[in-house]
Every structure is written in C-alpha cells, then in structure tokens.
C-alpha cells in the first residue's frame, strides 16, 4: 500500500476540510472493564497495535504530475504514540462528561500534514467502563474501511487479507488501447449520466435543515434494542435498514415541527452512501462509495406509512442500482480530475443543501464479540461529517442485540440536541406501538 495514489474522491475529501469543516468520521466506542484501568499500559497496547497498521503510518502528500493528485507515502516522522491521548473524566460537575467531552473533542479538525487519524483514550466513567474515541479522516477511507482500521486495534480480529492481484495475460497493442478507449467511453458515459441526474436533482431552495458552517459541534448518542426494530420489520416487512430509516423519519418530522418549521406535505432528502467495496476488495484502502438519494417522508404523520413510503424509495434505489442516479454523486467525484477538485471543490461543496438535506449512513460490524485488552465491547457510535452548510448528519451501527445512533449537529444551529434525541426514542417507541 505505501506509495499508493489517492483517488479522485479521496483528494476530493481532502479539499473539502476546512476549519469550520472538517471531513473526519468518529466513533465513540465503550468498553467494560473486568478490572481496573491501566492507562499507560492501554495507550502502549493501543499504538503497538496502531503501528502494524501501515495505512495508519502513512499521510498524503501533493504531486506535481497528474497536477493536483497526492499519493500516500510513509512518514519518516511517525511514532504512534503520538497520536494517542489519554483523558480522565468526572461526573462531579457535569451529569454526562462523555458527550460533553466528545462534543468538544470532534470539532477539532485532524492536522493533513501528518497521518490522518487520532485515538483518545477515557477514563474516569461511571459503572467501571473507559471509551475510545477515534477519528479518521475521509480521505483515508470510508465506514467499511473505517471499522478495517478499527478492528486492528481490537482483540484477535482476523482482517481478510488483500485479493492476490491476477497477472493478466498478455495481449496486443491495439487489444490493449482497445480495452483502454472502451474503460474511458463507459466512464465517460457513467458520469455524464450522473452529472445530469445531480442537475435534474437539484432543488431552487435552501433545506431546513441547512446552516450557516460553524466550528461548534454537539453529539448525541442512541441505543434502540435491535429485537424491537425486528419485530417492527416482521409486522410490515422490508429491512432493518427501512426501519431505521423510518424512525429517522418520524424524528426529524417531530424535531422541525419543536423548531417552528412546518412538517406536513415536506419530505427532507438523506444521502445515503452505499459503500461499493468487494467482498475481495482490499477492507483497508482509500474510498469505494456511491450513495442513493431517499426523499424521507417527515410530511406523513402515520408511523407505518411512513414506513411503506421508505420501503418504496428504497426498493427503487436498489433496483436502480448504485451507479445510477443523483445519489451516485461520489461516483461522479471519482471521475472528476484531482485537479479540477484541488479548483473548484470546497466552493461546489457550499452548494451539498440543494442537493441533499442531511447525510445518514450505515457503518458495518460483525456479529462476533468484540473486546480491546480483554474489556467487552459494550456500545459504539459512529459519527459522519457534517457536509458544508449541514445542520445534522446521522450515523448508524448495528452491534449484538442493539443498534447505535451517532447524531451530530451544528453546535450553533442546533443548540440543544436533546430534542432530536428524545424524537428518536419518541419515533421508535410509536412505531412499536403501531406493530
């Protein structure tokens, strides 16, 4: 992997960062303690792991040709430890010091002059746990190489290796150009189709939801018990995904209407990125994504329409496919010239509200118990970026019997989170009483 080039939609994050935002996934991550903390010997565990990691010891870096590309390369500087913190909390004078903490903690953006990740390590929690709290920027990779990454740092997690690359036969000159002119012309076509659908896509006016950017962040963590959301899939059929998706739904439609904003006849549009990975494909590279675009229906009061609406928009998405359509946007971004990202990126992304209103996203886990230093797992809330202008971005993660909701917002936007908070545990609980 060292000396590997950044694709297009990764160089693509990295002009997206800026202060007020910045393009780097979270996680806050608990564990419970079967004895008591050793942080010096947690943190030495941690970077050892870290260090074996080589995506980890590498940081992008500009070239001069293809203009405005980058490449990774190994940082001669690179000492994990240093991107390893430890922090002691106390619920003395704060009732939730984690979410206070970590609020403060994911505003700050990661340096891109170094490796793009970071670790702190907390303590001092009620009930014997400790957390970990991981940031990763989105030019190293998406959700499913995030959890790659993480899961080198847990207990005895086995990655699958990197697919051994075939040695194609040998083929003619003009077969060879052939097959080259044929790739350009069919990704040529692909974007120019996905180009057209993001303008026919676009809407005249700006979300609700939409905000002025700001450096402030608050997060906000959900647990729904997976059995309830099962049994609601059960009742009415579609996925967990669906439901998920419709108790989103009913939550924002209560948290516009808490905020002034009329909520009947409205429909707020989530980007969904849908992750295009093989199941070959090497877990831990840079970004495979496309996404599709879901009209949630928070006009419709009736938890299971709701419901049904979603599964509708859903099952078109998926029958389209993910190379298709406006919500393919990162496809797009894949063929776009690093160049022309380096140009014009961070100016087009200011333009994300009239497209797409909020982004949520799915991030994958194993069924299998998980552990650090022989601590079980007991929650884990992943955290997307805010897109510019965005006011709430949702991330979910589906571990054991529970599925974990990650909210965060726009610290000045959105002052108090515990409303959008409580209108998830109102939406789910509704949608249980209706199955």
Known sequence: MAGSPLSALDVAFLCLESEKSPMHMGAVITFTARRPVDPPALTAILAERAARLPKLRQRARSELFPPGAARWTEDADFVAADHIHHVELSSLYDPDPLTAYASRWIAEPLDTGRPLWDLTL???????????????HHALTDGAGAYAVAAGLLDGVKLPAAPTRRIPAQRSTLDTVKGALGTVWDQANEAAGIASSVVRATRPTLSPVSAPASAERRLGFVRLPLAE?????????????????????????????NRGHRADGRTLRALIPVSVRGRSGDQLGGNKLSGYLCDLPVGEDDPVERLRVVRRAMNRNKAAGPSRGAGALPLLADRVPALLHRLGTRTAGQAAPLLFDLVITTVPLPPARLSIDGAPLAEVYPFVPLAPRHAVGIAVATYRDSVHIGLQVNGEAVPDIGSLRDAVLKSASRLLDAS
């Open 122 to 136: 907390v303590t001092g929690l009620p009930g014997g746990q400790f957390a970990l709290l991981m940031k990763l």
């Open 229 to 257: 959301l099962r049994r609601v899939r059960r009742a009415h059929g579609g996925t967990t995904n669906d439901v998920v998706l419709a108790v989103l739904s009913g939550a924002l439609r209560e948290w516009l209407v």
